[in-house]
């Protein structure tokens, strides 16, 4: 499993129009196809100082909604988003239903449309910083089996969780759930 970064930055500051973003998505694609399952792609902003809506629309909302289909199993991340990158972004996601993961300085968290359970079981896995089983994680939150499976499903469905195949204290085969690597 390989994890590579994408430096925004070297486009420029700012970061205007679907079709600077089109091209951009172009690259970013051929990245995402070079990655195997289970990779993680790191979008760096740094060095971009703003980017309107429409540029974020279609640079990460149309890669966030092409994941499952064109690049099944891999994981997408942004970091050193400025306030203004983060309104743009997380507006931009919003309109469009999406959530991703945001790297900052206090951690892993979501940035996008997100139902608050989401970010519960997504907050309680980073905590974890280790492989945890929906059956711990049930009891952690307080919720039954049933509930927390589906928790889980859609957060590995929206590429914001890994499902690993580990092995029990008792022997079982079991699944166990992280955030990256």
Do not use: C
């Not at 049933?146 to 008792?170: D, F, G, P, Y």
Request: proline letters at 2%.
């Amino acid at each position: 499993m390989m994890d590579m970064r994408f430096a925004l930055g070297k486009y420029g500051k700012h970061l205007w129009t679907r079709d600077l973003a089109k091209k951009i998505r172009g690259v970013l694609n051929k990245r995402l196809d070079e990655l195997g399952a289970g990779a993680t792609l790191v979008i760096d902003v740094k060095g971009v100082e703003v980017f309107d809506f429409s540029f974020a629309n279609e640079l990460f909302g149309k890669t966030v909604l092409a994941m499952p289909n064109e690049h099944p199993g891999r994981f997408l991340v942004v970091e050193n988003l400025t306030d203004y990158t983060r309104e743009n972004l997380g507006k931009a996601l919003e309109s469009l239903g999406l959530v991703m993961i945001e790297h900052r300085k206090d951690g892993l968290g979501l940035i996008g449309k997100f139902h608050p359970a989401d970010q519960e079981t997504f907050a309680a896995i980073v905590a974890s910083n280790e492989p945890i089983s929906a059956g711990v994680l049930s009891k952690q939150l307080g919720i039954n089996l049933t509930a927390m499976n589906e928790r889980l499903s859609k957060l590995i469905s929206l590429a914001l969780v890994r499902r690993e195949i580990a092995t029990s204290a008792a022997g079982r085969e079991q699944y166990e759930y992280r955030v990256l690597s």
